[in-house]
């Protein structure tokens, strides 16, 4: 069923709302002309009218119940933000570009996860556009936009959104992101969607004035739980189902990446992912172009990514926080909270060739057995990192990588990422080095809910004993000081970094080995003391073998190669990019030792025949 303000044409727009429990509901128009229209409820409580002389930009409220004024649950703008009327959209009218996209293959994505309010000085999608060639020139193959639903104010991560439909206004809504995506897709780039299906933000937040969207059973981090499993949730789960096809088919968005899944409670007999990832199927096979579902979860349950025909809910891959943690803890030595689970090198081997670090085996952290077995599940069905918007904003200071650990582990790190056979994504300013925090920062205009999110930033940091204070949410300096600054891109180490990344996506891309992601042509070893060895062969008889030295001194190393010449690709310790001089051999065979910088990675290909 969909829901929402349709626009037929010729000044005629169709309202739909689901309200069941309520008796009556109107259509308030206060724009271009002033009247009320009545609705009429049908099966299964979904009200509509069809009202005449209503064109694209009418600005219109509903009245639920005869009551106060209330935006549309499933309103597709909020020009005047999350308390305002909503707006008619015409989705028909924008004329795109992008007829020849044919899209871009899980395996060959490379990931560039950003935030549109900081990523540019103006903070917009228009502001966005200028800089895709520089993504495109550096490697990156599909965009990850962090969530744009209609949020309080000017600042915010995306994730207090209280409209799942509405784009929002600060950014350039609707029109913004149709030009924004039209511009990927000219560049050459994907772009993946960040999506909120586990709660509703607070504020503008009437949803539960119009039906039973929330859940008594359950609890999340962020509020009530929604109703995906009780009474009445057929419609709830409709909400969501509908905007994920709207963000596919209407703003032709290639990709959705679905926040923390592991919030989304649904004890039925088929999940509400699944039942999303069967019409996500639907609309691939009906467009003639695969759509993809990446979430985020962190319930290490290969049920998420397996396919149907598997017993899963068909989610296409997942974001991999067992090789975040694995690989912090090397770099940094950190062991708090969810590391105290990690540290070893085997860890970061695991995450590197199986998937799932914990096979149900006991938890320090979460005090119980967890996890299962991903290990004859493809690479791919993974997206690793060793930066996202969680693990730098979540720390209390929002200090990046490069504020945490050496020039050189910073390019251990990538290597790490871009050398995995998973899919790899990266941070927005990571690729040169950036040092801006990414802190967290919201504009509400409640006051009472201003106070409980800076009372609650305290108080998630008051374990460390570290006696700061938290930077002010709701300070416009926070959001300020979590701005990229471009112009570093061009100077000093920020440049080396930025041509280093450029020279390992490019290696990446190079080694015919990238191109099997299985498991079976994927062999990782350590010492058990921090190197760590990896190889991957090629159908064709060529591969790739990396070795990575987690240890701070230098350390020698015999891998076992297959027979053949093997030669240096890359080595990060060069002077080149900043370091203090390989140790490694231009070339090594079968049996030979390999001296390695601490802290350093040496890859080497293997042609077929050579």
């Not at 989304?264 to 999940?271: N, P, R, S, V």
Request: aromatic letters at 12%; a negative charge.
């Amino acid at each position: 069923m969909k829901i929402g303000a349709r626009y037929l044409g010729d000044g005629r727009c169709e309202f739909v709302v689901w309200a069941p429990l309520l008796d009556e509901v109107a259509v308030k128009i206060i724009a271009p002309e002033a009247r009320t229209v009545e609705m009429v409820k049908g099966e299964r409580g979904y009200w509509r009218a069809m009202v005449e002389g209503v064109g694209p930009g009418a600005r219109y409220f509903y009245l639920p119940g005869g009551g106060k004024e209330r935006p549309d649950p499933a309103s597709h703008f909020q020009p005047e933000g999350v308390h305002g009327p909503s707006e008619v959209v015409d989705h028909s009218a924008f004329r795109w570009g992008d007829e020849a996209w044919a899209g871009v293959a899980l395996e060959s994505m490379i990931i560039y996860e950003l935030h549109v309010g900081t990523f540019s000085p103006e903070g917009t999608f228009a502001g966005v556009i200028p800089r895709l060639g520089q993504l495109k020139e550096m490697g990156v193959t599909a965009v990850e936009i962090m969530p744009v639903a209609q949020f309080p104010g000017e600042r915010n991560w995306g994730y207090d959104g209280a409209y799942p439909y509405a784009v929002q206004n600060s950014y350039g809504g609707p029109e913004g992101l149709k030009r924004l995506v039209d511009a990927c897709h000219t560049s050459g780039l994907a772009v993946v969607l960040d999506v909120v299906y586990n709660h509703l933000g607070p504020e503008g937040n009437y949803a539960g004035e119009y039906g039973p969207y929330y859940s008594g059973k359950y609890k999340t981090p962020w509020g009530g739980a929604l109703n995906f499993d009780g009474p009445y949730a057929d419609g709830v789960r409709n909400h969501f189902i509908q905007n994920a096809i709207y963000w596919l088919k209407d703003f032709h968005v290639d990709a959705l990446r679905l926040d923390a899944i592991h919030a989304i409670f649904d004890m039925g007999a088929k999940h509400f992912l699944r039942e999303l990832a069967e019409e996500v199927d639907k609309l691939s096979r009906e467009t003639g172009r695969k759509r993809l579902l990446v979430a985020e979860s962190d319930l290490s349950d290969v049920r998420v990514i397996r396919t149907h025909d598997e017993g899963g809910y068909g989610m296409d891959s997942q974001w991999l926080d067992d090789f975040h943690h694995s690989l912090r803890t090397l770099l940094t030595g950190e062991r708090r909270g969810y590391y105290m689970d990690f540290g070893r090198v085997g860890h970061l081997a695991k995450a590197m060739g199986d998937g799932f670090v914990h096979e149900w085996e006991y938890s320090r952290y979460r005090l119980r057995t967890f996890g299962s077995s991903s290990r004859e599940l493809p690479a791919s069905r993974f997206v690793v990192y060793s930066q996202n918007h969680d693990q730098v904003g979540n720390r209390m200071l929002g200090e990046r990588l490069p504020e945490l650990v050496s020039f050189e582990a910073l390019k251990l790190a990538a290597g790490a990422v871009l050398l995995s056979p998973h899919v790899p994504l990266l941070f927005m300013g990571e690729e040169y080095a950036e040092v801006s925090p990414f802190q967290y920062f919201v504009s509400h205009g409640d006051p009472d809910l201003i106070a409980a999110v800076r009372k609650g930033r305290r108080e998630e940091f008051e374990a460390f004993h570290t006696g700061e204070e938290p930077p002010d949410p709701q300070a416009e300096e926070t959001f300020l000081r979590s701005k990229l600054r471009w112009g570093a891109r061009s100077e000093g180490h920020h440049k080396v970094m930025l041509d280093f990344y450029k020279r390992l996506i490019e290696a990446r891309n190079s080694i015919p080995a990238r191109e099997r992601l299985d498991k079976h042509a994927l062999r990782v070893s350590t010492d058990g003391e921090g190197l760590l060895a990896y190889l991957r062969q090629a159908r064709d008889g060529g591969g790739l073998f990396c070795a990575m030295n987690f240890k701070e001194g230098d350390s020698v190393l015999t891998p076992d190669l297959p027979a053949g010449r093997w030669e240096k690709v890359l080595d990060s310790s060069e002077e080149r990019w900043g370091g203090p001089g390989s140790l490694s051999a231009a070339a090594i065979g079968h049996g030979q030792e390999l001296a390695l910088r601490g802290l350093s990675f040496a890859l080497y290909g293997l042609e077929k025949n050579k």
